[in-house]
């Protein structure tokens, strides 16, 4: 439904599932809170850190996407000036 809220009195995406993505190496992925003093606040969150050794960002986020996050943090902060995009994880296509 188009304008639906989560949580009413909460913002659009408050208990959703999204990605993050940043200016920096790490892409977060968690049950978005709110926007509040300079950081967005996540729950059940876990990251992706580019490294010349790890898997690359985008098969992690097929993973995740199509068997769900599993939670290494209970809750994460990241810098609202870090964020370049914010997309629910569904809108993710399958891999």
């Known amino acids: 439904m188009s304008g639906h809220v989560f949580h009413p009195g909460h913002e659009a995406l408050h208990g959703i ?5 940043t200016s920096g190496p790490r892409t977060f992925v968690g049950r978005y809170d709110n ?7 996540l729950h059940q969150a876990d990251f992706h850190e580019a ?4 898997p690359e960002r985008d098969a ?3 993973q995740v996407r199509r068997y769900g996050v599993a939670p290494k943090y ?4 990241v810098p609202l000036k870090d964020i370049t995009k914010t ?4 809108d993710l296509p399958l891999a």
């Not at 926007?35 to 606040?41: I, K, N, P, Q, S």
């Open 17 to 21: 599932t999204v990605v993050l993505y």
């Open 35 to 41: 926007a509040d003093g300079g950081f967005v606040l």
């Open 51 to 54: 490294t010349a050794t790890g």
């Open 60 to 62: 992690w986020l097929a």
């Open 74 to 77: 209970p809750s994460l902060t």
């Open 87 to 90: 997309m629910p994880l569904g």
